[in-house]
């Protein structure tokens, strides 16, 4: 068995405006579990990749640790890319970011890798305004340790052993919008209509652009209680304690107008109901977009699209008055002029 994809060559494939076909865009077979919306989210990058068009040497890959840290092996296979510490990708984006600001970066993480041992990390990236695009595959749970509840599972939402969360959920949408985020979305891994146009519109706006995904896991957070879950059915491996059998699932999908609410069924027969918002509001304010949050909330819906883009403003670079040319092209001579520069410097504080 091989996870890497064939070097069959399409002729008819067509190219984009750089010249490149999807394909240049792809990355290694997937080896997450069937149905996972994490897939989804990365034929949607491989998507908006495309389509934009970007060129795929100019993009970097960044992540953590978790399923969804896993999927930058899965898209953009010739691109840069770094897979850090978990809760610790932020840290290694601003470095990069710092060392060559010409490069378009991506941060791929999961809801536990930003929300619970990230936390801090993500907070100063974001209020440090860094220009790259932050990719959350929210789905409320912690995949690779099987299936305990992360800091964005909602209060009252029961947990792969039937324990219902006590904690107040970290709204990691609102949480940008407070501390100076430039641009904040929220998508569904089910819905790509909608999921390639904001991840396009994040790659192509200046300083740090939030998209927050909610991606079901199809393998652990499975109950019909739970507001990011597909119900799997697993009772013979519950019952044993050996094995994990994880059949495979027509994947969800959905498409509706902006302004309507779509009932969506899961796989159990459970309901999750998705909004868009009509284009009314204006997206350059940020109070209203925390009160179209907070109001739709209330009411058990979860808002997607484009909930905030900052009209003005600049990235880490202007904030801080870095030098317009990458500082990892700047050479020794530009560094250290010699010591006549330094001596005319002292002059200024004498």
Do not use: W
């Not at 941060?107 to 990719?135: C, P």
């Not at 009252?156 to 039937?162: A, L, Q, R, W």
């Not at 050479?331 to 200024?348: F, K, R, S, V, Y």
Request: aromatic share 6%.
């Amino acid at each position: 068995m091989t996870f890497t994809r064939p070097k069959f060559r399409h002729p008819d494939l067509p190219p984009n405006a750089l010249g490149y076909t999807r394909r240049d865009y792809e990355g290694a077979l997937s080896t997450l579990c069937a149905g996972c919306g994490h897939d989804s989210i990365s034929n949607a990058i491989i998507q908006a990749c495309y389509e934009l068009p970007v060129e795929p040497h100019r993009v970097v890959k960044m992540s953590g640790i978790g399923c969804s840290s896993k999927t930058p092996a899965y898209f953009l296979g010739k691109s840069h890319g770094f897979n850090s510490v978990h809760g610790r990708m932020p840290a290694i984006a601003t470095g990069a970011n710092m060392a060559n600001r010409d490069l378009l970066y991506l941060g791929v993480s999961g809801d536990g890798d930003t929300a619970s041992i990230g936390l801090g990390q993500f907070t100063h990236v974001v209020r440090r305004n860094l220009n790259m695009v932050y990719i959350v595959m929210n789905n409320g749970c912690y995949g690779l340790t099987k299936g305990q509840d992360s800091a964005t599972a909602d209060r009252g939402s029961t947990s792969k052993k039937g324990t219902p969360n006590p904690f107040e959920s970290i709204d990691l949408c609102e949480l940008a919008l407070q501390i100076g985020a430039g641009f904040v979305a929220r998508g569904f891994s089910g819905d790509k209509s909608q999921l390639v146009p904001l991840l396009k519109a994040a790659m192509s706006c200046r300083g740090f652009s939030l998209v927050d995904v909610i991606s079901p896991c199809v393998t652990f957070n499975n109950t019909s209680a739970s507001t990011k879950s597909y119900q799997y059915v697993r009772d013979h491996a519950e019952a044993t304690g050996t094995v994990d059998l994880v059949p495979p699932r027509q994947e969800i999908v959905t498409d509706y107008q902006d302004g309507a609410t779509q009932e969506v069924t899961l796989h159990d027969g459970s309901v999750i109901f998705l909004h868009k918002e009509e284009g009314s509001r204006s997206i350059t304010d940020r109070r209203a977009a925390i009160d179209a949050l907070e109001s739709h909330r209330a009411e058990n819906r979860i808002l997607t699209g484009i909930l905030y883009c900052m009209d003005d403003g600049g990235d880490t670079h202007e904030m801080i008055k870095t030098t317009l040319q990458p500082l990892n092209s700047i050479l020794q001579e530009d560094l250290c002029p010699g010591n006549a520069a330094l001596q005319q410097l002292m002059e200024g504080y004498r």
